[in-house]
C-alpha cells in the first residue's frame, strides 16, 4: 500500500518546521544611536530598521545589507521580562568591532522588541 499523499505533506510541511527552527541562531544584542556615518554606507542613512553586525558575523563587510529577522528571548540581567514580543527585521549596515553581542540593533529597533533599559538581551536571529 502506497503512504497518503496528505500524510507525506504533513511530513513535509514538519521538516520544514524543524529547519527553520534550527536556522534561527541565538544570539546576543545591543543597541547604539549613532547610524551614520556607517561602515557600509558611508553618510547614506539607511532608516532606522538598522544595525551593525559583531566581529563573528562581519566577514569583511560581505554582510553588508542582508536582513536579519530578529526575536527577544529572555534577559541577560536582572530586568526581569525585557521582550515585548515583538521581533523586528533589520539590516546590517554597520561593523561593531569589539561588540560584547552578536547584533548591536539600532535603540528604536531595539526598543521595538524589548525595554531598552534592560541593555542587553538573549536574542534569536534568522537571515
Ligand atoms: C520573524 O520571526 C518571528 C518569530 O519566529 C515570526 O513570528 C515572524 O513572522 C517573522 N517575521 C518575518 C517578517 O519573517
Same mark, same amino acid.
Given at each position: 500500500?502506497?503512504?497518503?499523499?496528505?500524510?507525506?505533506?504533513v511530513i513535509?510541511g514538519f521538516?520544514v518546521?524543524?529547519?527553520?527552527i534550527?536556522? $534561527?541562531t541565538?544570539g546576543?544584542?545591543?543597541f547604539y *544611536?549613532n547610524y551614520v556615518?556607517? !561602515?557600509c554606507y558611508?553618510?547614506?542613512?539607511?532608516? *532606522?530598521?538598522?544595525? $551593525?553586525?559583531s566581529d563573528s558575523?562581519? =566577514?569583511g563587510g560581505k554582510? /553588508?545589507g542582508?536582513?536579519f529577522n530578529v526575536? /527577544?528571548t =529572555?534577559p541577560?540581567?536582572?530586568?526581569?521580562?525585557? /521582550?515585548?514580543?515583538?521581533?523586528i527585521?533589520?539590516?546590517?549596515?554597520?561593523?561593531?568591532? =569589539?561588540?560584547? =553581542?552578536?547584533?548591536d540593533?539600532s535603540?528604536?529597533?531595539?526598543?521595538?522588541? !524589548?525595554?531598552?533599559? !534592560?541593555?542587553?538581551i538573549?536574542i534569536?536571529y534568522v537571515?
Amino acid at each position: 500500500m502506497a503512504i497518503p499523499k496528505n500524510i507525506i505533506l504533513v511530513i513535509i510541511g514538519f521538516v520544514v518546521t524543524l529547519f527553520s527552527i534550527v536556522l $534561527a541562531t541565538p544570539g546576543t544584542a545591543t543597541f547604539y *544611536t549613532n547610524y551614520v556615518p556607517s !561602515a557600509c554606507y558611508g553618510n547614506k542613512a539607511q532608516g *532606522t530598521r538598522i544595525a $551593525a553586525a559583531s566581529d563573528s558575523l562581519w =566577514g569583511g563587510g560581505k554582510i /553588508c545589507g542582508k536582513t536579519f529577522n530578529v526575536t /527577544c528571548t =529572555g534577559p541577560t540581567n536582572p530586568v526581569p521580562h525585557p /521582550c515585548t514580543g515583538k521581533s523586528i527585521v533589520v539590516k546590517i549596515v554597520d561593523h561593531c568591532p =569589539g561588540c560584547g =553581542g552578536t547584533l548591536d540593533l539600532s535603540k528604536e529597533a531595539f526598543s521595538t522588541i !524589548a525595554n531598552p533599559v !534592560a541593555g542587553v538581551i538573549k536574542i534569536n536571529y534568522v537571515q
